[in-house]
C-alpha cells in the first residue's frame, strides 16, 4: 500500500472516531435528516432507472420521508470500501451494506398452513455490512427459533441463493438488490450488528448497480418491520 493511501485511510479512520462521538454524530444526523427531507420532497429524476423509481416510490409508500438516494461511478465496485464511503460522505466503511438472499437447502414445507410468513420462510433476504460475513449457523438457529424451533437442526441449512432466483424473488440485479419493492414477499433479517452503527444510518442498494440507497436505521426497521437478529460476525473472525 502506498503512502498517499495510507494517510487516506488515517484520515478516514479519524473521521470516523470523531463521527461516533454523541455530539458529532447527534450533527451529522441532523444535517443527514435535512439533507433526505429537502430531497424526498423531489420528485423522481428522469434520469433514473425503472428499478431506482420503483424503491423511490416504495419508499413513499411506506411513508419513508428520510431517505436520500445516490448516483455512483460505474466503477465504484472496483474501489476499496474506504473510497466507497468517501465518495458519498458516507461516515465510515462499516456503513456500507448489502442485502443477501440466502436459501435453505434443506427446506420443506410448513405443516401448519397458518405459521406466519417469516417462520421456516425457504428464503431469507438479510442486511449486512461488507465488513461483515453473514453466519450461516447463527441464521439457522435464529430462524429455528422463530417456530419455536419445532422443526429439527437437519431441515437448516443456508447457502446463497441462485442470481437467477434473487433477481425473480427481488427485482433486482447483483449490487443493486434492496429491501424496498421487491417483487416478493420475503422475509427480511437485519443484522443486529447494523444497529450499533453511530451515526444511525445506513447505506445500501437503491435497485440498480449504479445508486445507493442511504436512511436511517430505525426509520428503517419501523416501517418495513424487519427482523433484527446476531447473524453476521466480522470479516475474517
Not at 3 to 9: I, R
Not at 109 to 132: D, R, S
Not at 142 to 154: E, I, P, Q
Amino acid at each position: 500500500m502506498d503512502e498517499p493511501t495510507k494517510a487516506l485511510l488515517r484520515i478516514g479512520h479519524d473521521i470516523s472516531q470523531l463521527l461516533t462521538t454523541t455530539q458529532v454524530s447527534s450533527l451529522y444526523t441532523l444535517y443527514f435528516l435535512d439533507q433526505a427531507a429537502r430531497e424526498s420532497s423531489e420528485p423522481p429524476h428522469a434520469s433514473w432507472p425503472e428499478v431506482v423509481t420503483r424503491v423511490y416510490n416504495g419508499l413513499r409508500a411506506l411513508n419513508i420521508q428520510h431517505a436520500r438516494i445516490y448516483h455512483v461511478d460505474p466503477s465504484y465496485y472496483s474501489w476499496p470500501l474506504y473510497e466507497r464511503a468517501l465518495c458519498m460522505q458516507v461516515p465510515s466503511p462499516a456503513h456500507l451494506c448489502k442485502l443477501v438472499v440466502l436459501e435453505n437447502k434443506h427446506w420443506r414445507t410448513p405443516l401448519e398452513t397458518q405459521q406466519a410468513h417469516w417462520a421456516n420462510a425457504q428464503y431469507y433476504a438479510v442486511l449486512v455490512q461488507y465488513v461483515h460475513t453473514i453466519d450461516t449457523k447463527a441464521l439457522a438457529e435464529y430462524v429455528r427459533s422463530l417456530d419455536g424451533n419445532k422443526v429439527a437442526r437437519k431441515h437448516f441449512k443456508f447457502r446463497l441463493a441462485d442470481p437467477h432466483v434473487s433477481k425473480e424473488l427481488t427485482g433486482y440485479d447483483k449490487n443493486g438488490v434492496s429491501p424496498i419493492a421487491m417483487t416478493h414477499d420475503v422475509p427480511v433479517i437485519m443484522s443486529s450488528n447494523i444497529t450499533q452503527l453511530q451515526p444511525p444510518v445506513f447505506w445500501l442498494g437503491a435497485g440498480h448497480v449504479d445508486y445507493k440507497l442511504a436512511l436511517p436505521i430505525q426509520t428503517f426497521i419501523d416501517a418495513t418491520q424487519c427482523l433484527v437478529a446476531p447473524v453476521s460476525l466480522p470479516n475474517g473472525s
